[in-house]
């Protein structure tokens, strides 16, 4: 094992794991006066089983890839509230948002001050993030991601600001995670793993996390898209985007996402969505670059002894998943744009281990079309 890079591991403050866990958030957060939930529709009818005292506020006009409008608009929410405590509950695009809202609501800085990494002032309200699904880990990590409409392209924050005081893993907030939902976030939990563990700045202690969460998926994520209230599959799958999200900090992903935030931009799919249409043709395209590591992953996917593509992209589709462009409404003469910004996302495509032109990436979008 070789150390000789320094990285940082920042985790929440208190982890709460297993079923019926949710329970633990109200006396958890006491006697606060003022909290501000922020929600989907959906998960806004989980709200009562936090426990809460005091006066709640919930806001929950919240779609599955938020933008600056949304940002504003929870803003000043939160600033007619002025809360005490803010909650994120559900999925990550939820917990993202509730990181930026309790970072800033209360302060001067704008979204435009501190985009990029470690420019968020530090002052912040108590944060309790609870996962509603099992994919993006956001519980676990400092970065938030906004959509830009004007320039089809994600605004990222990162800083240790941003990280949860508690975070909540509780299975049977998933139960009702429909089985599509259920495989795309389980994919997009194992292309976090994948990508930090086959990154060019990969580290030892990173690896350690990835494995375990990569395990997790081939063990449970079938599982769970059959039976959802299978309880140990849930909470398997949980564990496994949690460590993704870990993943997250110190490493983060490479191409793998870089191709999938464009089709989130401008086609609007679901991020885990994008990210299961796009996995099994970047993990094949890497292969070349770190043979022995990708083996690790087939292995543990249980897709070893075939072709790498063929199969990778069978275990997508044998979970459910819909893996053509053209069926999620994308046309032939949108690939191109899709590949321009894809390129241009350097923070991550700079991260992966083989280098991929702007041909290479055009040439994923049309073999996925």
Same mark, same amino acid.
Not at 148 to 163: M, T
Not at 271 to 294: D, R
Not at 313 to 338: I, K, W, Y
């Given at each position: 094992?070789?150390?000789?890079?320094?990285?940082?591991?920042?985790?929440?403050?208190?982890?709460?794991?297993?079923?019926?866990?949710?329970?633990?958030?109200?006396?958890?957060?006491?006697?606060?006066?003022?909290?501000?939930?922020?929600?989907?529709?959906?998960?806004?009818?989980?709200?009562?089983?936090?426990?809460?005292?005091?006066?709640?506020?919930?806001?929950?006009?919240?779609?599955?890839?938020?933008?600056?409008?949304?940002?504003?608009?929870?803003?000043?929410?939160?600033?007619?509230?002025?809360?005490?405590?803010?909650?994120?509950?559900?999925?990550?695009?939820?917990?993202?948002?509730?990181?930026?809202?309790?970072?800033?609501?209360?302060?001067?800085?704008?979204?435009?001050?501190?985009?990029?990494?470690?420019?968020?002032?530090?002052?912040?309200?108590?944060?309790?993030?609870?996962?509603?699904?099992?994919?993006?880990?956001?519980?676990?990590?400092?970065?938030?991601?906004?959509?830009?409409?004007?320039? %089809?392209?994600?605004? &990222?924050?990162?800083? $240790? !600001?941003? +990280? #949860?005081?508690?975070?909540?893993?509780? *299975? /049977?907030? @998933?139960?009702?995670?429909?089985?599509?939902?259920?495989?795309?976030?389980?994919?997009?939990?194992?292309?976090?793993?994948?990508?930090?563990?086959?990154?060019?700045?990969?580290?030892?202690?990173?690896?350690?996390?990835?494995?375990?969460?990569?395990?997790?998926?081939?063990?449970?994520?079938?599982?769970?898209?059959?039976?959802?209230?299978?309880?140990?599959?849930?909470?398997?799958?949980?564990?496994?985007?949690?460590?993704?999200?870990?993943?997250?900090?110190?490493?983060?992903?490479?191409?793998?996402?870089?191709?999938?935030?464009?089709?989130?931009?401008?086609?609007?799919?679901?991020? %885990?969505?994008?990210? &299961?249409?796009?996995? $099994? !043709?970047? +993990? #094949?395209?890497?292969?070349?670059?770190? *043979? /022995?590591? @990708?083996?690790?992953?087939?292995?543990?996917?249980?897709?070893?002894?075939?072709?790498?593509?063929?199969?990778?992209?069978?275990?997508?589709?044998?979970?459910?998943?819909?893996?053509?462009?053209?069926?999620?409404?994308?046309?032939?003469?949108?690939?191109?744009?899709?590949?321009?910004?894809?390129?241009?996302?350097?923070?991550?495509?700079?991260?992966?281990?083989?280098?991929?032109?702007?041909?290479?990436?055009?040439?994923?979008?049309?073999?996925?079309?």
């Amino acid at each position: 094992m070789s150390l000789a890079r320094n990285i940082t591991l920042h985790l929440p403050k208190r982890l709460e794991i297993g079923a019926g866990a949710v329970a633990k958030v109200g006396p958890w957060a006491g006697e606060t006066q003022r909290v501000f939930v922020l929600a989907t529709p959906h998960t806004a009818s989980f709200v009562e089983r936090l426990g809460l005292n005091g006066h709640v506020t919930v806001f929950d006009d919240i779609p599955g890839e938020p933008d600056i409008a949304c940002f504003e608009a929870a803003m000043a929410a939160a600033r007619a509230a002025r809360p005490d405590l803010v909650v994120g509950l559900g999925g990550g695009s939820v917990m993202d948002l509730a990181k930026l809202v309790a970072a800033l609501w209360d302060g001067a800085q704008t979204l435009a001050d501190v985009a990029g990494p470690n420019k968020v002032a530090g002052r912040r309200t108590p944060l309790a993030q609870v996962a509603t699904t099992a994919g993006t880990g956001s519980e676990a990590g400092i970065r938030a991601l906004i959509t830009d409409p004007g320039v %089809g392209n994600k605004i &990222a924050v990162e800083s $240790p !600001h941003l +990280l #949860a005081d508690l975070a909540v893993l509780d *299975p /049977e907030l @998933t139960f009702s995670v429909p089985p599509a939902v259920t495989a795309a976030t389980g994919i997009d939990a194992m292309a976090h793993c994948v990508e930090a563990f086959t990154n060019k700045n990969a580290h030892p202690v990173i690896d350690g996390f990835a494995r375990m969460g990569i395990a997790l998926v081939g063990r449970y994520l079938a599982r769970a898209v059959r039976d959802g209230s299978d309880t140990e599959a849930r909470e398997g799958m949980m564990l496994a985007s949690f460590y993704g999200g870990i993943c997250l900090g110190p490493v983060n992903t490479a191409a793998g996402h870089a191709l999938a935030y464009p089709l989130g931009t401008l086609l609007h799919l679901p991020h %885990g969505l994008a990210n &299961a249409i796009i996995f $099994p !043709h970047v +993990l #094949a395209f890497n292969e070349s670059a770190v *043979p /022995e590591k @990708t083996a690790e992953v087939a292995t543990a996917l249980g897709l070893s002894g075939a072709a790498l593509l063929p199969a990778a992209h069978g275990f997508c589709a044998d979970l459910g998943v819909e893996m053509r462009l053209s069926a999620h409404g994308a046309a032939r003469d949108q690939l191109p744009r899709f590949a321009s910004d894809a390129h241009a996302i350097r923070r991550l495509m700079d991260n992966n281990p083989r280098d991929m032109s702007a041909e290479d990436v055009l040439a994923i979008y049309h073999a996925a079309y």
